[in-house]
């Protein structure tokens, strides 16, 4: 256990459609990141949240949106989904950000979106 | 650009050794290797930095040649409990703080 939590586990839901999923960071960790992972693929990298604001953004739809609360944790929204979006989406996290010197990511178990 | 992980894939006999390489065309900061099992989130296993150590614990250890933007992972006398896919991270030094992940090593240990 990373002690990154995601929810929902899984979802499954219709083109066009529009869907939020919640990342809870390891305690103490201040950056949370977003990637994508489609079907025996390698990780996309999404976005990166620093304590609340925006520190990096990786090849993000225009469609995806997200963003870190006051109290640290983040949520990914999709909208206007397509077939295309069905993947496992992860969040991730930090004590510090990439060019700290390097930190170890923390990856949660993941959200499984399902678009039919 | 994403850093090119080879071999693709490899299966291994319990007990052997592998390597698995990470090159890229960019200058690095940093490399990061991580493991995912199937179905499961990847986990870290080590980070390598500019001007840093080999780095390994138990008998996975890792290099980064920083002249050849090269990373290679050494996994010894493996064991089941070793197979998933490998990826390597890598943070350019125009540090614009995002790993930008190869496409990963499927590795098969058999008994």
């Known amino acids: 256990d990373s002690g990154v939590t995601q929810t929902p586990k899984h979802l499954i839901t219709a083109t066009g459609q529009r869907v939020t999923l919640r990342c809870s960071p390891r305690?103490?960790?201040?950056?949370v990141y977003w990637y994508q992972q489609s079907l025996d693929q390698g990780l996309q990298f999404l976005i990166q949240?620093?304590?609340?604001?925006?520190?990096a953004k990786g090849n993000i739809l225009e469609r995806f949106s997200a963003q870190q609360f006051p109290d640290l944790h983040s949520e990914l929204n999709l909208s206007s989904l397509e077939l295309g979006d069905s993947a496992l989406y992860f969040c991730?996290?930090?004590?510090?950000?990439?060019?700290?010197?390097?930190?170890?990511?923390?990856f949660g178990p993941g959200t499984r979106l399902t678009v039919t | 650009q994403q850093p090119v992980q080879s071999p693709q894939a490899v299966i291994l006999r319990e007990g052997e050794d592998a390597v698995i390489n990470c090159s890229s065309s960019?200058?690095?900061?940093?490399v990061h290797w991580y493991r995912q099992k199937h179905g499961e989130a990847p986990v870290f296993l080590m980070i390598?930095?500019?001007g840093g150590e080999q780095k390994g614990h138990d008998k996975i250890s890792a290099s980064f040649n920083e002249k050849k933007q090269q990373s290679s992972l050494y996994l010894t006398a493996s064991q089941l409990s070793y197979s998933g896919t490998y990826f390597c991270?890598?943070?350019?030094?125009?540090?614009?703080?995002?790993?930008?992940w190869g496409a990963g090593t499927k590795l098969i240990i058999k008994p």
């Open positions: 305690s103490g960790d201040l950056s």
């Open positions: 949240y620093y304590n609340g604001e925006e520190r």
């Open positions: 390598l930095l500019k």
């Open positions: 991730a996290s930090s004590v510090g950000f990439m060019g700290q010197g390097a930190r170890e990511q923390y």
């Open positions: 960019k200058a690095l900061y940093s």
């Open positions: 991270g890598t943070e350019g030094m125009d540090s614009n703080y995002q790993l930008i």
